[in-house]
T-cell receptor, first 117, second 114 residues
């Protein structure tokens, strides 16, 4: 398919476990974004990559959250020592946009629903 | 403090009538606004956008209006169809040509009644 894909779609973790969430962006999209969506809320920005460079991580809620995109395509969001408040849907989005080249919309994947028990 | 506000959690409209979804924002640095539509268990799907240099953008049944002085935008859907039933999110971007994270509202659940 040509869209953004995420895996797994659902993840249940025990409190204290580490989890890794994967995002495959649309081929050729240089920008990649991670968002967290709590129940009944809109998505909230976590971090942004342009190719392999993480240009903004201001939205990461704590140092337990870590994201990488080592080859400028696939990205992984890792959460260490998960807590119950980490339960949410984690959305990945990609865009053709390069800084200064005008706006292009972000295309979202289906999300990973994380439940921490 | 929410920078993008959608004050109506839900809206019910009869099929064939006009649906109007509203959004207010507080950050004067926002210069690009988008509407996304979301079905359950799917990611948000881009619907329509508007730059702050315009006050209206139209695409088929969808029109977005921007009132910068009031920091208000609205999405009009006419005529409304059953497939339009979904959660609609208003989102905004702050002046970096799209190379930044979007700020979303909490969403409005639109229900189209037959």
């Amino acid at each position: 398919g040509a869209g953004v894909s995420q895996s797994p779609r659902y993840k249940v973790a025990k409190r204290g476990q580490d989890v890794a969430l994967r995002c495959d962006p649309i081929s050729g999209h240089v920008s990649l974004f991670w968002y967290q969506q709590a129940l009944g809320q809109g998505p909230e920005f976590l971090t942004y990559f342009q190719n392999e460079a993480q240009l903004d991580k201001s939205g990461l809620p704590s140092d337990r959250f870590f994201a990488e995109r080592p080859e400028g395509s696939v990205s992984t969001l890792k959460i260490q020592r998960t807590q119950q408040e980490d339960s949410a849907v984690y959305l990945c989005a990609s865009s053709k946009t390069l800084v200064g080249q005008g706006y292009n919309e972000q295309f979202f994947g289906p999300g990973t629903r994380l439940t921490v028990l | 403090d929410q920078q993008v506000k959608q004050n109506s959690p839900s809206l019910s409209v009869q099929e064939g009538r006009i649906s109007i979804l509203n959004c207010d924002y507080t950050n004067s640095m926002f210069d690009y606004f988008l509407w996304y539509k979301k079905y359950p268990a799917e990611g948000p799907t881009f619907l329509i956008s508007i730059s702050s240099i315009k006050d209206k953008n139209e695409d088929g049944r969808f029109t977005v209006f921007l009132n910068k002085s009031a920091k208000h935008l609205s999405l009009h859907i006419v005529p409304s169809q059953p497939g339009d039933s979904a959660v609609y999110f208003c989102a905004a971007s702050a002046g970096r040509g799209g190379a930044d994270g979007l700020t979303f509202g909490k969403g409005t659940h639109l229900i189209i009644q037959p």
